[in-house]
């Protein structure tokens, strides 16, 4: 039987609190790949042109069906 004044092993805790959140979050920052300037470039292009092209087509959409409701005459 253990004695009371032994000391239990326990495992390690790890570190918590403000500080040491931003001490890790620093290391992670230290091991992200950034894109260069091209991709930059190439990832917004990509960005802009598919939000043009979806509004584009919501608003083709809109057009028809309001088109089509103005023709059965619901509006």
Same mark, same amino acid.
């Given at each position: 039987?253990? $004695?009371?004044?032994? $000391? #239990? +092993? @326990?495992?390690?805790?790890? $570190? *918590?609190?403000?500080? &040491?959140?931003?001490?890790?979050?620093? !290391?992670? !920052?230290?091991?992200?790949? %950034?894109? /260069?300037? @091209?991709?930059? #470039?190439?990832?917004? *292009? &990509?960005?802009?042109?598919? *939000?043009?092209?979806?509004? =584009? =087509?919501? %608003? /083709?959409?809109? +057009? /028809? #069906?309001?088109? =089509?409701?103005?023709? !059965? /005459?619901?509006?």
């Amino acid at each position: 039987m253990a $004695k009371p004044s032994e $000391k #239990i +092993l @326990q495992p390690k805790r790890r $570190k *918590t609190g403000v500080v &040491a959140f931003f001490r890790e979050s620093l !290391i992670e !920052i230290k091991r992200v790949r %950034w894109p /260069g300037r @091209q991709e930059v #470039i190439n990832y917004t *292009t &990509a960005a802009v042109l598919t *939000t043009i092209v979806m509004g =584009l =087509l919501v %608003w /083709g959409f809109d +057009l /028809g #069906i309001a088109k =089509l409701m103005s023709l !059965i /005459g619901l509006v």
